[in-house]
């Protein structure tokens, strides 16, 4: 009979212990689990179950280095999970409508995360819930704030492509160099940034820096303080501008390409032996006048490659364009497609990254050549200072011009009278250890 007792009260206890478990976990609308081997929190909207053909944003949170490890308590140490932990349902006000994003703290078992690791645990994510792909946003703080930043910093296009936005912390600067985010901006991308005073991370240059690759890509907030508070910003009471990060994120979405002024069915850049092979597929050009190819060997700093390609004509059938960078960069290359319309204005198409392998490296490229009214422009990167001999041929080989040009280090412009007549002409750059490089453009 005792025996009976003892094992029923025994029985309340573990029923009262786990009862109230769950009712703290109800009360923090979260739960604990591991996403590739990685501890995790995950909060869930209030109606996620309710329907399986809503799709809700999504807000990932990378912690700094004291909070990465095996131990899931430090997750709560910092950032959204620790503001759901006390009660906030992460429900936000944006334009007039309740917008419930899907949280997610995750703990690097390692610290400083690579970007395929980063991308990984994204691929999972989507994978188990219903996240709306064009409204994938990360955070962090110092280590944090840096994963996202070298996540889109150059490495990978799907990376460069895949965040509506970013909000980082004293973030430090990524690893590939910061001129090679820009892409992300340029892409529609969007970041803010929280840097102390005593605590110089090289934000306002990333800020800038964005902002010129796009305008409005880039906010940001610099506090007096040092590498601290972090939790201020965190705390969804907190606002500037009267918003807070949470829904500054809301409202962000990856950018559609039918906005255009046609609709670009695709778009691609390849090595095709020593060259880049850039083509794009159109259809409905109901006001498209021409196409530009302009490329950058820095991802910040774009020349034309091509003169103007007009385009084939209005109408909804399928429209096929090409084009060859015949003297890429021997590493990176960056590509973008500059669309105009008959009115004048353009957009820009996203930015596509091609690696040339087994090329020999050259501190001098030529970028491009355009007509500009009665003269060429000739486009040319430099890694230097330099003096360079250059010539222009006809199709036959014979030289018309033959001049000379001092380099400045970036890009530089080299216009020269052109009083050529339509056909295929080649100019051709002659370096001081006689490294040539010859491009081909048509002159109509």
């Not at 918003?243 to 390849?270: C, G, H, V």
């Not at 007509?371 to 030289?399: E, F, K, P, W, Y």
């Amino acid at each position: 009979m005792n025996l009976i007792y003892k094992l029923g009260k025994r029985c309340i206890v573990v029923a009262f212990l786990l009862s109230f478990s769950l009712f703290q976990t109800a009360n923090a609308q979260q739960f604990l689990t591991t996403i590739g081997g990685w501890n995790a929190y995950v909060h869930l909207p209030d109606d996620y179950n309710d329907g399986y053909n809503q799709y809700y944003p999504l807000i990932i949170f990378v912690p700094g280095l004291g909070e990465c490890g095996t131990n899931p308590s430090k997750l709560l140490t910092y950032g959204p999970s620790k503001f759901v932990a006390q009660g906030h349902t992460m429900q936000f006000l944006v334009d007039g409508k309740t917008i419930k994003p899907i949280v997610i703290s995750i703990q690097p078992v390692n610290t400083w995360p690579s970007p395929a690791s980063i991308n990984d645990r994204i691929d999972s994510i989507l994978l188990r819930w219903r996240v709306d792909p064009k409204k994938i946003n990360g955070t962090g703080l110092s280590m944090g704030g840096w994963a996202w930043q070298n996540y889109i910093d150059g490495y990978s296009l799907t990376y460069t492509n895949r965040l509506a936005s970013m909000v980082v912390m004293s973030a430090v600067p990524p690893d590939n160099t910061i001129p090679k985010m820009q892409p992300y901006a340029v892409n529609g991308g969007k970041w803010w940034g929280f840097e102390g005073t005593q605590d110089y991370r090289l934000m306002d240059i990333i800020r800038d820096t964005l902002n010129n690759g796009k305008a409005a890509a880039a906010r940001y907030t610099q506090y007096v303080g040092g590498h601290c508070c972090w939790n201020t910003w965190y705390d969804p009471a907190w606002t500037e501008g009267g918003e807070n990060i949470y829904t500054w994120m809301m409202k962000q979405t990856r950018p559609d390409e039918s906005a255009l002024p046609l609709i670009l069915l695709d778009f691609t850049a390849m090595q095709n032996g020593k060259t880049a092979l850039i083509q794009w597929k159109t259809t409905e050009e109901v006001k498209s006048d021409y196409f530009v190819v302009e490329r950058s060997i820095d991802g910040t700093n774009y020349s034309n490659l091509t003169n103007n390609i007009p385009a084939i004509g209005q109408g909804s059938n399928i429209r096929n364009y090409q084009a060859i960078d015949y003297n890429p960069n021997a590493d990176m290359n960056y590509y973008r497609l500059k669309i105009v319309d008959i009115d004048g204005s353009f957009e820009y198409s996203k930015v596509l990254m091609v690696k040339m392998k087994g090329l020999k490296g050259s501190p001098i490229i030529i970028g491009g050549v355009i007509r500009n009214g009665r003269m060429i422009d000739i486009s040319i990167n430099s890694l230097r200072q330099a003096t360079v001999s250059m010539t222009i041929s006809d199709a036959t080989g014979r030289v018309l011009q033959q001049f000379r040009a001092n380099l400045v280090a970036g890009l530089n412009t080299i216009s020269r009278p052109a009083g050529l007549t339509k056909g295929i002409y080649y100019i051709t750059l002659i370096q001081a250890d006689g490294t040539r490089q010859t491009i081909p453009f048509f002159n109509n």
